[in-house]
């Protein structure tokens, strides 16, 4: 395993390209093309990786409450682990994107969430990798079949409900992860309402990495949380639960585990108002 629990090096997944018990999951996507992500997969992709897409896979269908990316079907998911190799408690997953982990931390929190920990995501991403020279392919592994049993661990996520009861206690932070001008309700490129959660503060998810997509340093993550790593919860959400999990990557970088994901966060938050 690599020194960091959380983030392999591109040098240490090229060393471990052929280990059976390791699965990459290209998990590259564009909220402004949703087909984009597959798209660049099937022109090339790492080597022996899997897709799976933020829309199709990693979420359920959209409705009236829940926000615009709800969490899968945990059935559904386990059985699509299970089928690119993910054998529960046991395959370590590799998860990367081209954005900053925007939607590979997804992958590692969902995981993470149905009880299998051994997850990182790659840094700095298929650019990353490209750039170090490392190869890529245009072929389609094919499907295996592991076995999945997911445990699901209720206190990773909260719902609007708990949000609301507990967002105003003293021990209790909640964390924005988007731009700070969405934060700010200066500008809304997704949701009908711009805006945050009265109380919420402001922690950017893009802090958490460098413009190229590599993460910051152990040190650097400690100091962004300082203010609040006293807290006893930290609730943490984002437009629709997906960016926030950056956030609470960066959280576990830093030690600090009492982060939950709002999985509607504010997407479902104003579908209420």
Known sequence: M???QFV??????????????????DCRFSLADPQLGRQQYQNNHIYGSYYLDLNQDLSSPVGKH?????????NDIANKFAAIGINY???LVVAYDDSRFAFAARLWWLLRYLGHEQVAVLDGGFSGWQKAGYPVTDVTPGLQMAKFVPQVQTEKVVDITTVKSRKDRPDVVLVDSRESDRYRGEREPIDKIA?????AV?????EVTDSSGYVLPQTEQRRRWENIETAEE?????????????????????GIN????YAGSWSDWISYL
């Not at 402001?202 to 893009?206: G, L």
């Open 195 to 199: 805006g945050h959660i009265p109380g």
């Open 89 to 91: 408690q046991q395959t």
């Open 8 to 25: 392999v090096s591109p040098t240490w997944l090229f060393e471990h390209l052929e280990d059976p018990q390791v699965i990459i999951v």
């Open 202 to 206: 402001n922690y950017p998810w893009q």
């Open 258 to 261: 009492k982060g939950k994901l």
């Open 234 to 254: 930290i609730l943490v959400y984002c437009g629709s639960g997906v960016t926030a999990c950056v956030n609470l990557l960066s959280l576990e970088l830093a």
């Open 2 to 4: 690599p020194n960091s």
């Open 66 to 74: 829940g926000g615009r990316h709800p969490l899968p079907n945990t």
